[in-house]
């Protein structure tokens, strides 16, 4: 059977489990799915059984997806039955489960139940398949299920009783490109709520401080997908969603809350939080720590930990937003800012065969005298900024535009019409040709000037604000005030990437950015073959 794009596996409980043979049945549910798969764990014991039992088991889960699954697959377990367990031991319900996505198929590793019943949102004809998996456990084997002395590897403790259920719970942090880190994060904090669960999405300064932030999903996406996250897992709780700018959110001000839970790498803000909230008066939370899980999908220069970084990282040089229309030839607009990178990367597609038409260099024809430009330009500016050819002197001209926002403004109405003009002059001239390959519009005001407009797609270079100022220090031989003024007298970073298709960062090593332009080459040349 082909693989779906969204199935759903019930999984049998049994107390004997162990991490070998839980493994060989999720990763053989791994390979029938494409995109998402649910997980519902069956048949849970009514005697009362303890919070870090089940959360073992889901961590598991969680972990065995992220080392054999691809980035974007995308894994959510069920947490319904085993809060059940927890909260209500002695009751035995039947829960019925409404995903946000249509389930395709139903895979199980017991067949005394059709299991189709339980669900709301299934495609007609959905298919059911039996997976008929050899649990034999290893001799070294522990179970996940029976108690056992198995620590975790924090650095630091948790700072309450990993057993205790809370009423009120309260957890952070950015949750962009949601992975399996973050549902640990999310799945510890469930099952250890009774009532209300209060999530702090941070949002503001306090991204900025993240590796290529500007890549960051916009707040009110990350709420929404979380929210998606939380109904699917554990729709009956209670749920507070909100952004918040600095450590602290709700917390500062929230007597209602009681536990915290925070990664091993951020326990220390929690202590911080605890340090506010006594000094305002309020009770200290209880901090329970979950561990990070390993990336075994770690390149050069990321970090060895599932983390959102990482994944912003790989999707340099990916098509980020899909091209806007087909044609040919085939033109790619290229921007940046000063020292982004931007010159060396239209070197490299050049060399992958890419026609450039540098606008830069028709900034300096559109100038010439002849063009209706010129005559512009001598009308609003007079014949001082004319040296003795009677062509246009741009150190003349340089002092009365860059001191002057109006006088700039309109030189941009000038120019930028005269040099859209050229370029789409050169593009039909190609067409006349029959050239029917690909041309990089290399423009650092592609966006400022409107001209992606004629670009099927966008392709920005960019580098941290820091690394730009540093790049023009070093290549000018200014002062680093001076540096920062011509970086912020420009679009910004997170405005051109909004525009982006694809984004290229040359922070890195030559070769690394050379991997991402092939990258994006790549699946143009794919994208135009089909």
Same mark, same amino acid.
């Given at each position: 059977?082909?693989?779906?794009?969204?199935?759903?596996?019930?999984?049998?409980?049994?107390?004997?489990?162990?991490?070998?043979?839980?493994?060989?049945?999720?990763?053989?549910?791994?390979?029938?799915?494409?995109?998402?798969?649910?997980?519902?764990?069956?048949?849970?014991?009514?005697?009362?059984?303890?919070?870090?039992?089940?959360?073992?088991?889901?961590?598991?889960?969680?972990?065995?997806?992220?080392?054999?699954?691809?980035?974007?697959?995308?894994?959510? %377990?069920?947490?319904?039955?085993?809060?059940?367990?927890?909260?209500?031991?002695?009751?035995?319900?039947?829960?019925?489960?409404?995903?946000?996505?249509?389930?395709?198929?139903?895979?199980?590793?017991?067949?005394?139940?059709?299991?189709?019943?339980?669900?709301?949102?299934?495609?007609?004809?959905?298919?059911?398949?039996?997976?008929?998996?050899?649990?034999?456990?290893?001799?070294?084997?522990?179970?996940?299920?029976?108690?056992?002395?198995?620590?975790?590897?924090?650095?630091?403790?948790?700072?309450?009783?990993?057993?205790?259920?809370?009423?009120?719970? %309260?957890?952070?942090?950015?949750?962009?490109?949601? #992975?399996?880190?973050?549902?640990?994060?999310?799945? +510890?904090?469930?099952?250890?709520?009774?009532?209300?669960?209060?999530?702090?999405?941070?949002?503001?300064?306090?991204?900025?401080?993240?590796?290529?932030?500007?890549?960051?999903? /916009?707040?009110?996406?990350?709420?929404?997908?979380? #929210?998606?996250?939380?109904?699917?897992?554990? /729709?009956?709780?209670?749920?507070?969603?909100?952004?918040?700018?600095?450590?602290?959110?709700?917390?500062?001000?929230?007597?209602?809350?009681?536990?915290?839970?925070?990664?091993?790498?951020?326990?220390?803000?929690?202590?911080?939080?605890?340090?506010?909230?006594?000094?305002?008066?309020?009770?200290?939370?209880?901090?329970?720590?979950?561990?990070?899980?390993?990336?075994?999908?770690?390149?050069?220069?990321?970090?060895?930990?599932?983390?959102?970084?990482?994944?912003?990282?790989?999707?340099?040089?990916?098509?980020?937003?899909?091209?806007?229309?087909?044609?040919?030839?085939?033109?790619?607009? !290229?921007?940046?800012?000063?020292?982004?990178?931007?010159?060396?990367?239209?070197?490299?597609?050049?060399?992958?065969?890419?026609?450039?038409?540098?606008?830069?260099?028709?900034?300096?024809?559109?100038?010439?005298?002849?063009?209706?430009?010129?005559?512009?330009?001598?009308?609003?500016?007079?014949?001082?900024? !004319?040296?003795?050819?009677?062509?246009?002197?741009?150190?003349?001209?340089?002092?009365? %535009?860059?001191?002057?926002?109006?006088?700039?403004?309109?030189?941009?109405?000038?120019?930028?019409?005269?040099?859209?003009?050229?370029?789409?002059?050169?593009?039909?001239?190609?067409?006349?040709?029959?050239?029917?390959?690909?041309?990089?519009?290399?423009? +650092?005001?592609?966006?400022?000037?409107?001209?992606?407009?004629?670009?099927?797609?966008?392709?920005? +270079?960019?580098?941290?604000?820091?690394?730009?100022?540093?790049?023009?220090?070093?290549?000018?031989?200014?002062?680093?005030?001076?540096?920062?003024?011509?970086?912020?007298?420009?679009?910004?970073?997170?405005?051109?990437?909004?525009? +982006?298709?694809?984004?290229?960062?040359?922070?890195?090593?030559?070769?690394?950015?050379?991997?991402?332009?092939?990258?994006?080459?790549?699946?143009?040349?794919?994208?135009?073959?089909?």
């Amino acid at each position: 059977m082909a693989p779906v794009n969204t199935g759903i596996l019930f999984l049998q409980f049994n107390p004997l489990w162990t991490p070998h043979g839980l493994s060989k049945i999720v990763l053989s549910a791994l390979q029938k799915v494409d995109k998402l798969l649910y997980i519902k764990v069956k048949g849970l014991p009514l005697s009362e059984t303890k919070v870090s039992t089940y959360n073992r088991i889901v961590n598991q889960i969680y972990n065995i997806s992220s080392r054999n699954a691809v980035d974007r697959f995308d894994t959510r %377990v069920v947490l319904t039955d085993f809060r059940d367990s927890l909260i209500r031991p002695s009751v035995c319900v039947i829960n019925k489960l409404h995903t946000s996505h249509t389930i395709e198929t139903i895979l199980m590793t017991s067949q005394e139940h059709s299991y189709a019943e339980f669900l709301e949102n299934k495609r007609d004809g959905i298919t059911s398949e039996a997976l008929h998996i050899d649990t034999t456990f290893k001799d070294n084997d522990q179970h996940l299920v029976i108690e056992h002395q198995e620590k975790t590897q924090n650095h630091l403790p948790s700072l309450t009783d990993e057993d205790n259920i809370y009423d009120h719970v %309260v957890i952070g942090g950015t949750f962009d490109n949601l #992975h399996s880190g973050h549902k640990m994060l999310i799945s +510890a904090a469930i099952l250890r709520c009774k009532k209300s669960l209060t999530i702090g999405v941070t949002d503001g300064i306090m991204i900025k401080t993240k590796k290529l932030w500007e890549l960051i999903e /916009p707040c009110q996406t990350r709420i929404k997908k979380l #929210h998606e996250f939380l109904m699917d897992v554990e /729709p009956r709780l209670q749920y507070k969603v909100v952004p918040i700018t600095d450590l602290y959110g709700p917390t500062a001000d929230d007597p209602a809350l009681q536990l915290l839970v925070v990664s091993e790498e951020t326990q220390k803000g929690g202590m911080k939080i605890n340090q506010l909230r006594q000094e305002k008066g309020l009770s200290k939370l209880d901090i329970y720590s979950i561990s990070v899980i390993d990336d075994n999908h770690a390149g050069a220069g990321e970090e060895n930990k599932i983390s959102s970084s990482s994944f912003r990282k790989r999707l340099l040089g990916s098509h980020i937003k899909p091209p806007k229309f087909k044609s040919k030839p085939y033109v790619i607009g !290229l921007t940046g800012g000063i020292a982004s990178g931007k010159t060396t990367i239209s070197k490299r597609l050049k060399d992958l065969g890419a026609h450039i038409i540098s606008c830069d260099h028709l900034g300096h024809l559109a100038y010439k005298s002849g063009t209706e430009c010129y005559r512009q330009m001598i009308e609003y500016f007079g014949a001082g900024i !004319l040296n003795e050819e009677n062509e246009i002197d741009r150190k003349k001209l340089g002092p009365l %535009v860059f001191s002057n926002k109006d006088h700039l403004e309109s030189l941009n109405k000038m120019v930028w019409p005269e040099i859209r003009r050229l370029y789409n002059k050169e593009i039909n001239e190609l067409k006349k040709q029959s050239f029917q390959g690909i041309i990089v519009l290399d423009a +650092a005001v592609l966006l400022e000037a409107g001209w992606q407009e004629d670009c099927a797609e966008v392709w920005v +270079a960019t580098v941290p604000k820091e690394e730009a100022v540093k790049r023009i220090v070093e290549r000018d031989h200014i002062t680093v005030e001076q540096a920062t003024r011509r970086v912020e007298s420009q679009l910004s970073n997170s405005d051109r990437v909004a525009s +982006a298709n694809v984004v290229i960062c040359s922070i890195w090593e030559p070769e690394v950015t050379a991997a991402q332009v092939l990258k994006a080459w790549q699946y143009v040349q794919e994208f135009l073959a089909k």
